[in-house]
């Protein structure tokens, strides 16, 4: 596995964990996030708004991860609070090592 996709690993585990400095040294001064409720926040706003969450989402299971360039796909799933699973992928591009711009698409709930 490739450096940038076991950063990836890295970050969705930090993020779980609400390893605040970890995801904080990952992310570029610069960076974006844009999610279907939420596009283009800036380093700030993502804090803002991401992080309250956190902490609240378990069980990351890996389903691909796919690198091309500086950019790693991946899929995941994971569980949520009220004990339902669901279905995300990201793209995150990189800048050097760290995360410049992070592209999530919504899945679905999965059932048991």
């Known amino acids: 596995m490739s450096k940038h996709t076991e950063l990836v690993k890295k970050f969705f585990l930090a993020f779980s964990k609400a390893d605040r400095n970890f995801v904080e040294s990952l992310v570029a001064d610069d960076f974006t996030f844009s999610a279907p409720p939420d596009p283009l926040l800036d380093r700030e706003g993502f804090f803002r708004v991401c992080w309250p969450g956190v902490g609240n989402l378990s069980g990351f299971e890996f389903i691909r991860l796919i690198e091309n360039g500086n950019e790693v796909v991946v899929t995941y799933e ?34 048991a």
Request: hydrophobic letters at 30%; proline letters at 3%; glycine letters at 8%.
């Open 78 to 111: 994971f569980n949520k609070p009220d004990g339902s699973k669901a279905r995300n992928t990201e793209v995150l591009t990189f800048d050097g090592d760290k995360i410049s711009r992070t592209e999530v698409y919504f899945g679905w709930d999965i059932k």
